[in-house]
C-alpha cells in the first residue's frame, strides 16, 4: 500500500477517484477520512493538476467542479501538505494577499461577535448594532478587490501555463461570494424591529453564508492557490502583477514594504520617468517635487474622480481623517458610513449635473474645530472630471488677532 501511497501518478488517480466519489453524492467525511488514512498528506499541486485533468478530460465540467467546490474543500481541509512550498518575501504580492486574508478573517470574527451581542440585546439597541453591522458588511464588501487582483492580475498568468480549470472555478466562487454580501446588505436594510428567533434564521440563511464564503476562500487560496502559482510564476511576472496592483488597490489593509525582485535595480526607462517634469500651463515640476508639495500643504485632501472612485489622498501631517491604501480604488460611498451616505449622493449628483460645485461642513472634533469643504472639479470646457476633499484643522487659526509682522518660526511641538 505504502508504494502505491507514494507513487505521484497512483496518488492523482486515487485523487480523481476520491473527488469523483464527491460527485457521485458520497458523504464528505466518509471519502475525507479515506482520503486522509490512504494518503496522509495530499501535495497543493496535486489537487490543482487534478482538478485540471478531470475538466480537461471532460470527465466534468466547470460549472460541476464550481458546484461541487466547497464539498471538495471540506473533504481536503487540513490534508493538503505544503512542506514543499517556497518562502513568500515580505511585500510579495501574495504576501500581500495573505495579510489581507488576515484582515478578512479579523473583520469576519468582529462580525460574529456583534451578531453574538444583537442576539441577547433588548430591542431598543438593536438599531445601533444593525447599523454597525451595515458598516462592518460595507467594509467586508472591499474582498471585490483582493478578488479583483486574483481575476485581472494573477490568473492571466496561470493561463499561460495552461492552468484554466482552478482559476475558472475560483472566479465562479468569486461570483458567488460577491451575490452572498450583496443580499447581507440588502437585508440589513430592513426593519431593526425583529425577534430574536427572526435575527437568528437570517443570520443562518443570509449573514453566515457570506462570512463561510470568503473565510472559505482564504483556505483554498493559501492551502492551494498560493503555494501553486509560487511555484508557477517567475519574479519577473511577479514583479508586473506587483507593478500593476495599486491600479486596482488593496483590501482592509496599507502595506508597509515595497518589493523588487532579487538583484533587480531601477532600469533607465524607470529613472528618466521619475525625473520627468510634469508641464502645467504655469510651470513644471517632477514628480517627486510634486509630491513633496502636495503632503507639504496645511490640509487633508482626497480625490474621487468622476466615476466616484477614490484615486488619491495626500499624506501630509495635517492628516485629520485616517486614509490608507486599501481605499485607493474604491467606490467613494462605500468609505463612509451608512448614516451618510445619501449625503455623499446627494453632493455627486449636484457637482455631476453642474448644479453646485462647492458643500462646506464644520465640525467640532475632540476639542478641535474641523472645516471639510468637497469641491467640484471641472476642465476648462466646464465638463465634471471628478470632486476633491479638502478638510482643515482650523482650531488656532481661528485664535489669530491683530498682525504677525516679524519673523517668528512656527512651533515645531
Given at each position: 500500500m505504502s508504494e502505491l501511497i507514494n507513487n505521484s501518478e497512483k496518488r492523482k488517480e486515487l485523487l480523481k477517484h476520491m473527488i469523483l466519489q464527491l460527485h457521485a453524492g458520497e458523504a464528505p467525511e466518509e471519502v475525507r477520512s479515506r482520503l486522509i488514512e490512504l494518503m496522509k498528506k495530499v501535495p497543493y499541486g496535486v489537487v490543482v493538476e487534478v482538478e485540471q485533468e478531470l475538466i480537461s478530460e471532460g470527465v466534468l465540467d466547470e460549472k460541476e467542479v464550481l458546484r461541487f467546490c466547497d464539498l471538495h474543500t471540506q473533504a481536503l481541509e487540513g490534508a493538503i501538505d505544503q512542506s514543499g512550498a517556497k518562502e513568500i518575501p515580505v511585500g510579495h504580492p501574495v504576501d500581500l494577499f495573505i495579510k489581507e486574508n488576515l484582515e478578512l478573517k479579523k473583520l469576519i470574527n468582529q462580525i460574529r461577535n456583534v451578531f453574538a451581542e444583537v442576539e441577547l440585546s433588548a430591542k431598543d439597541e438593536r438599531p445601533a448594532l444593525f447599523m454597525?453591522?451595515?458598516?462592518?458588511?460595507?467594509?467586508?464588501?472591499?474582498?471585490?478587490?483582493?478578488?479583483?487582483?486574483?481575476?485581472?492580475?494573477?490568473?492571466?498568468?496561470?493561463?499561460?501555463?495552461?492552468?484554466?480549470?482552478?482559476?475558472?472555478?475560483?472566479?465562479?466562487?468569486?461570483?458567488?461570494?460577491?451575490?452572498?454580501?450583496?443580499?447581507?446588505?440588502?437585508?440589513?436594510?430592513?426593519?431593526?424591529?425583529?425577534?430574536?428567533?427572526?435575527v437568528k434564521v437570517a443570520r443562518e440563511m443570509v449573514f453566515e453564508p457570506a462570512l463561510n464564503a470568503v473565510?472559505?476562500?482564504?483556505?483554498?487560496?493559501?492551502?492551494?492557490?498560493?503555494?501553486?502559482?509560487?511555484?508557477?510564476?517567475?519574479?519577473?511576472?511577479?514583479?508586473?502583477?506587483?507593478?500593476?496592483?495599486?491600479?486596482?488597490?488593496?483590501?482592509?489593509?496599507?502595506?508597509?514594504?515595497?518589493?523588487?525582485?532579487?538583484?533587480?535595480?531601477?532600469?533607465?526607462?524607470?529613472?528618466?520617468?521619475?525625473?520627468?517634469?510634469?508641464?502645467?500651463?504655469?510651470?513644471?515640476?517632477?514628480?517627486?517635487?510634486?509630491?513633496?508639495?502636495?503632503?507639504?500643504?496645511?490640509?487633508?485632501?482626497?480625490?474621487?474622480?468622476?466615476?466616484?472612485?477614490?484615486?488619491?489622498?495626500?499624506?501630509?501631517?495635517?492628516?485629520?481623517?485616517?486614509?490608507?491604501?486599501?481605499?485607493?480604488?474604491?467606490?467613494v460611498k462605500l468609505c463612509h458610513p451608512p448614516s451618510s451616505v445619501g449625503i455623499v449622493e446627494q453632493i455627486l449628483e449636484d457637482f455631476k449635473s453642474g448644479k453646485e460645485s462647492r458643500a462646506p461642513f464644520w465640525i467640532q472634533m475632540g476639542g478641535k474645530f474641523i472645516h471639510i469643504e468637497y469641491i467640484a472639479l471641472r476642465d476648462k470646457n466646464g465638463a465634471f472630471l471628478g470632486t476633491l476633499e479638502v478638510s482643515q484643522d482650523l482650531t488656532q487659526k481661528r485664535k489669530l488677532e491683530g498682525d504677525q509682522r516679524l519673523l517668528s518660526y512656527a512651533d515645531k511641538k
Open positions: 454597525k453591522l451595515k458598516g462592518m458588511y460595507n467594509a467586508l464588501m472591499d474582498v471585490d478587490k483582493h478578488y479583483r487582483r486574483k481575476e485581472n492580475l494573477l490568473f492571466p498568468y496561470l493561463e499561460k501555463y495552461g492552468i484554466t480549470g482552478p482559476p475558472t472555478v475560483m472566479w465562479g466562487k468569486h461570483d458567488e461570494t460577491r451575490g452572498f454580501l450583496k443580499a447581507a446588505l440588502e437585508a440589513l436594510n430592513v426593519s431593526d424591529d425583529i425577534s430574536t428567533d427572526e473565510e472559505d476562500m482564504t483556505m483554498k487560496e493559501e492551502e492551494i492557490l498560493f503555494p501553486m502559482t509560487m511555484d508557477k510564476l517567475t519574479e519577473m511576472e511577479w514583479y508586473e502583477i506587483h507593478e500593476q496592483t495599486l491600479e486596482i488597490g488593496f483590501c482592509l489593509y496599507d502595506p508597509k514594504e515595497v518589493w523588487k525582485p532579487n538583484g533587480m535595480v531601477k532600469s533607465d526607462k524607470e529613472a528618466v520617468a521619475e525625473a520627468e517634469l510634469i508641464q502645467l500651463s504655469s510651470g513644471s515640476f517632477t514628480k517627486i517635487e510634486l509630491e513633496a508639495i502636495l503632503n507639504s500643504l496645511p490640509i487633508d485632501m482626497t480625490f474621487v474622480d468622476k466615476n466616484e472612485k477614490v484615486k488619491y489622498f495626500s499624506q501630509s501631517e495635517e492628516r485629520i481623517f485616517d486614509r490608507n491604501r486599501a481605499i485607493l480604488n474604491r467606490d
